[in-house]
């Protein structure tokens, strides 16, 4: 049982290219986050999807887009990075958006440069 | 937006001593949560609080859900090097899915 995973673990990316941070969970959960941590900042939400096929907009959601490609995987967009997004992005998921449980399980996290 | 105080910022603290942190906020809240990060990893949740007032243990860890639902606190009794780590507060926006995060306590421990 791996839990969340998240590739990569580290990519530095030049100003305006584009890349997607993969996300996978095998404890069949039906919600999925994406966070992103700045330091001083704590942790700031970019998207969620509260179950497969629906997502929505969190915190911060400017510059990315998502996909729930299927129940196990939740994906990040960056279209065209910028420096501002250089960050750490952990993806989360829990069992039930609000369910009597609100136990998130992150994955490892992916450090982003963007030059 | 809303935001989560978390204070005191850092601290360091002699093994075996007891730590205390909080979590404040200006807006009432249903649902406070209790993490921990350590270096390089994802955050893991430690005790979860519903009901104001309410007290939860998790061994050496103890957390209270303020009676104004607007604050938390977490107590951490004698202290052991793996401590170390970063203690996130967080809470649910009622009707969401959607959760906050504090900044973050993050506590060193000295042999």
């Known amino acids: 049982n791996a839990g969340v995973t998240q590739t990569p673990k580290f990519q530095v990316l030049k100003t305006g290219q584009s890349m997607t941070l993969q996300c996978a969970q095998d404890?069949?959960?039906?919600?999925m986050y994406w966070y992103r941590q700045d330091p001083g900042m704590g942790l700031r939400l970019i998207y969620y999807?509260?179950?497969?096929?629906?997502?929505d907009k969190g915190e911060v959601p400017n510059g990315y887009n998502v996909s729930r490609l299927n129940k196990r995987e939740f994906s990040l967009r960056l279209e065209s990075a910028a420096p501002s997004q250089t960050s750490v992005y952990f993806c989360a998921s829990s069992e039930e958006a609000g369910g009597s449980t609100d136990t998130q399980y992150f994955g490892p996290g992916t450090r982003l440069t963007v030059l | 937006g809303q935001q989560l105080n978390q204070s005191p910022q850092s601290m360091f603290i002699q093994e075996g001593e007891d730590v205390s942190m909080n979590c404040t906020s200006s807006?009432?809240?249903?649902?406070w949560l209790w993490y921990k990060q350590d270096p390089g990893e994802g955050p893991v949740l430690l005790i979860a609080l519903y009901k104001a007032g309410e007290l939860t243990s998790n061994g050496r860890l103890t957390a209270q859900f303020g009676t104004t639902r607007k604050d938390s606190f977490l107590n951490i009794s004698a202290s052991i090097p793996s401590d170390v780590g970063i203690y996130f507060c967080a809470v649910r926006l009622s009707g969401t899915y959607k959760y906050i995060f504090g900044t973050g306590t993050r506590l060193k421990v000295l042999a």
């Open positions: 404890m069949n959960h039906n919600s």
């Open positions: 999807s509260a179950s497969e096929g629906t997502t």
């Open positions: 807006s009432i809240f249903n649902t």
